[in-house]
Each structure stands twice: as structure tokens, then as C-alpha cells.
């Protein structure tokens, strides 16, 4: 049995949410693996750099990225807590991810409310995983707030 799978890395994107949470920032939590390798983890940071761009996919694309020296992911999985939002699926896009795996839906703002085509042709997708884990803790920071 191969521990390194879908439900490993998406603790470890939870493990990030957690740490948006702590911060008081949206718990979104995501990361990039590359050969059963983690080679970027990130969370939501649009509070704390005052940039609606910060999300955690975009925090794990620049560092990814920059840690293979190449801008494109083809090769690599994007492990992300929440469906990710217009923008990521758009940034996604051009890195050529190679898989995005999301833990719960997001039928609000998530990509798949507009178009199922936004990512690149040969972006695979799957979700959910961690369903439950990963929305609890959204449900857990919006109830707090109001």
C-alpha cells in the first residue's frame, strides 16, 4: 500500500488551511507534489499582503515553479483544499498542471460554476477527497465571523 496518496497530500493541503485559519484568513490551504514529493505548500494570505491575489493556489504556483526552475507544472499535482476560484483555474491554466485534486466543492465561486473548460486540455481533474475535513473547517470559519 503506497501511503503517498490522494488523502496523504490533502492533509498536508488541511495542514495548510489550518495555518490560514490560525491567521485569520479564508482556510484554504494547497500543495504541489512532484514525483511523491511535496515541492510547495501554501495558504490563503489575502489579509495579511492586502492582495486579493494571494490565494493558496497562487502562493504554491510561484513556489513550485521557482523551486523546478520552470513554469510549467506538467508534471506535477495541485493538492487544494477548496475548489479553486476563476483566477486559479486561470493561472492553473497556464502552468499546464498536470492534475488538480480539491477537497470540497465550492458552488459558489468555484471554476465549474462558469465552465468545466478553463483548465488546460490536459489538466486532469478530481474531487472530492477529504470532502467533510475540508469543508468543516470553511463552515467552522464562517459561522465565527457572523
Same mark, same amino acid.
Given at each position: 500500500m503506497n501511503v503517498f496518496n490522494d488523502e496523504y497530500f490533502m492533509k498536508r493541503a488541511l495542514d495548510e488551511a489550518y495555518a490560514a485559519y490560525e491567521k485569520d484568513e479564508v482556510p484554504v490551504g494547497?500543495? *504541489?507534489v512532484h514525483k511523491e514529493?511535496?515541492?510547495a505548500r501554501g495558504h490563503n494570505l489575502s489579509?495579511?499582503?492586502?492582495?486579493?491575489?494571494? &490565494?493558496?493556489?497562487m502562493q504554491v504556483f510561484t513556489s513550485a515553479s521557482n523551486y523546478l526552475q520552470n513554469k510549467y507544472l506538467n508534471e506535477c499535482?495541485?493538492?487544494v483544499t477548496l475548489e479553486p476560484c476563476i483566477?486559479?483555474?486561470?493561472?492553473?491554466?497556464?502552468?499546464? *498542471?498536470g492534475e488538480i485534486?480539491?477537497?470540497?466543492a465550492d458552488l459558489k465561486r468555484g471554476f465549474r460554476t462558469v465552465s468545466n473548460n478553463l483548465? &488546460?486540455?490536459s489538466t486532469k481533474l478530481k474531487g472530492p477527497v477529504l470532502e467533510n475535513e475540508c469543508s468543516q473547517i470553511l463552515k467552522s470559519f464562517f459561522s465565527a465571523k457572523r
Open positions: 494547497a500543495v *504541489i514529493k511535496i515541492i489579509e495579511k499582503l492586502i492582495d486579493f491575489t494571494a &490565494h493558496a493556489e499535482k495541485l493538492y483566477m486559479c483555474a486561470g493561472a492553473a491554466f497556464w502552468t499546464r *498542471i485534486i480539491y477537497g470540497t483548465l &488546460h486540455p
